[in-house]
Structure formats: C-alpha cells, structure tokens
C-alpha cells in the first residue's frame, strides 16, 4: 500500500476562496483523522470518521469547516470561505480498528493570502 | 478524561549525550501509547508504540520507551544523542475506538 495519501501538498489562496483538502487512507483501515498543525496550537484534532460516519467533529472550528466520506477510500476537508487564520498544515491519518497506530499523510500546506 | 502530558517543551542535549524526553498519561482504561517524531516540514513518523505487550520497547533510530503505569508515564529516551535526531517528538495515547491524543509536542535540539 502507498500509504495515506493527501492532496494537493500545497496550496496558496486567496481569502474568501474555497478550499477542499483531500485524503486517501489506507485501504482497509477504519477510522479516518483530520488534524491541523499550527505553531501556536500544535496538532489538533478537527473531525474523525468510523466506517464513514463522522464520531466527533467537536474540533471544526465553525461552519467554514466542512468533512465528508462518501466512501472508505475518499474523504474531503473542505473550507468555505478560507481566512488568512485558516493557514495551517492539515493532516489526514487513517487506522485500523483495535487501537494500533495510525498513520498520517505526508500533509497539506495551506497558505490563505 | 484521557490526557497527554508532555512536561518538556524544549529539551537540548549534545551529540552523543542521552536524550530523555517526558510524558505522562490521564486514561480510564488500558491505553495505547505512541510517540511520533516530526522532522522540520515533514510528516509524522511511528517511533515506537506499546499495546499491553512488554513494558519496555524498542523503536527505530535506537529509541525506546518504558510503560509505567504506577507513575503513568511513558518517557522516550535514546542513549546517545546524534544530529539528526533533532525534530519534534509527541506522546500520543489511544483507545480503541477513541481519535488519538496528542501532547503538545517536545522540541529536541542536538549541539554538536
């Protein structure tokens, strides 16, 4: 397996545009993880999905958020409309059930101008 | 409540001197601990993990951690530091069927 697999790598973008992040887990895994790394607030927890269906999206910072998995090989960040603050690098990791280790992507840069 | 404590935001060591990086856990059951290192502008990579195996392992790149769960604490140290394992490094807790948790993270610095 190639591993999580997110795009774009980078992305620049004005403010006010929308922005859509996307993930490939590993096949077969079943929980799917978004996080943002800033330096002010280190890695933190947006949304998880089990089997598809979102668990805890407690971690979206407001409606400008939005997650889906339509299916267990997709799933999309999407930010609309994207502020300077949102600038951030987003990771999306996927494991399997029974608590082992999750593995992330390799992330995404999101620079907001 | 399940926590992560990391205790050092920044530790700095010499080339070749060990490296003891701190963590403390909260969990209500038997958890599942991870430490992943950071290298600048890249991803995060598996150290090592611990799921109610033996209490002392072995990672890569010559790491290891003890699971202690009358101190709750899960340390990462190395015996001898080298350059490149400058980077950030996070304790991470799980529990099935949980999101991981992640500690803020311990910055190491390795002077030559």
């Known amino acids: 397996d190639a591993g999580v697999i997110q795009s774009p790598r980078h992305e620049v973008t004005e403010m006010g545009q929308e922005v859509t992040l996307r993930c490939k887990p590993i096949?077969?895994?079943?929980?799917l993880f978004w996080y943002r790394q800033t330096m002010m607030r280190g890695l933190e927890l947006l949304i998880y999905f089990n089997n598809n269906v979102p668990i805890d999206d407690s971690g979206m910072p407001e409606d400008r958020f939005s997650a889906k998995m339509p299916n267990a090989s997709f799933s999309t960040l999407k930010i609309q409309p994207s502020e300077p603050r949102d600038s951030a690098v987003y990771f999306c990791?996927?494991?399997?059930?029974?608590?082992?280790?999750?593995?992330f992507g390799q992330g995404t840069r999101l620079t907001v101008v | 409540a399940q926590s992560v404590t990391q205790l050092d935001s920044h530790v700095s060591v010499s080339e070749g001197t060990p490296v003891l990086l701190r963590c403390n856990y909260s969990?209500?059951?038997?958890?599942?601990l991870f430490w992943y290192v950071q290298h600048p502008n890249k991803g995060l990579q598996l150290l090592l993990k611990?799921?109610?195996?033996?209490?002392l392992v072995k990672g890569i790149n010559g790491f290891e951690a003890e699971f202690k769960k009358s101190e709750t604490s899960f340390h990462l140290t190395k015996p001898s530091a080298h350059m490149s394992d400058a980077a950030e490094y996070f304790c991470?807790?799980?529990?099935?069927?949980?999101?991981?948790?992640f500690g803020k993270g311990t910055t190491l610095s390795v002077s030559s």
């Open positions: 096949s077969g895994h079943d929980y």
């Open positions: 990791a996927s494991k399997d059930r029974g608590g082992t280790e999750a593995f």
């Open positions: 991470v807790l799980n529990q099935a069927g949980t999101a991981l948790i």
């Open positions: 611990y799921t109610s195996a033996a209490t």
């Open positions: 969990s209500s059951y038997s958890p599942s």
